[in-house]
């Protein structure tokens, strides 16, 4: 009976960080990867837990390049949620089609972003946000042609803001690989906005 109350206790304090214990908020991932960057870049490498120095975020990575980091695995794990979603629910061939594509670019970004934030020792985040959580759900309620209507509507606006991000980085960022992936990336974003105005104007004569 002890060790099951002793196991209740650490599961509420786990929890204590994003919600009170029993409560609903889900754990927000994004401000967690970007609280560990922060901590890990004003780290001086002291030896606080006897397994070795804490490893360092390097100098060249500034507090911006941190959050473009964290904001783009936000983003880009958000449109691989959406789109398996469009697989399942779209209606409409072309709007299938579309995410086909942003599963399959926005999973090799991915993969490019993991290996740049590891040699930058940089977390990132697990899950989506919960307010980028919130917007899926109310995605995944759609069906049909209001279905197909609101996933490009949603594809549009947020390539338009994740383009002005990357943009942003490409021309600002203090490190150069992380400068160097926004850059590389800014042409499969702009064509995929190219491709949703397109798709969007079609569903929306439908």
Known sequence: ???LSSYLVIGCLTAFSAAS?????????TQAAKDSNMTKMDS????????GKMAAVPATVSKGDQDFVVNAANAGMAEIRAATIAQQQGTD????????????DHTAAADSLKMVAAKKNLTLPSDISPETQNDIADLQKKTGKDFDKAYMKMMVSDH????????????????????AFADNTLHTLRHHL???QKCEKMVSKM
Not at 21 to 29: I, K, L, R
Not at 162 to 179: Q, Y
């Open 160 to 179: 338009k803001k994740v383009i002005k991000s990357f943009e942003d980085e490409s021309k600002n960022g203090s490190d150069a690989d992380i400068r």
């Open 1 to 3: 009976m002890k060790k």
């Open 93 to 104: 061939a072309d709007v299938k089609k579309y995410a086909a594509m942003m599963i399959k």
């Open 21 to 29: 214990c029993g409560g609903n908020s889900a754990p927000d991932s």
């Open 44 to 51: 001086t490498g002291a030896d606080t837990s006897g397994h």
């Open 194 to 196: 190219d491709e949703a």
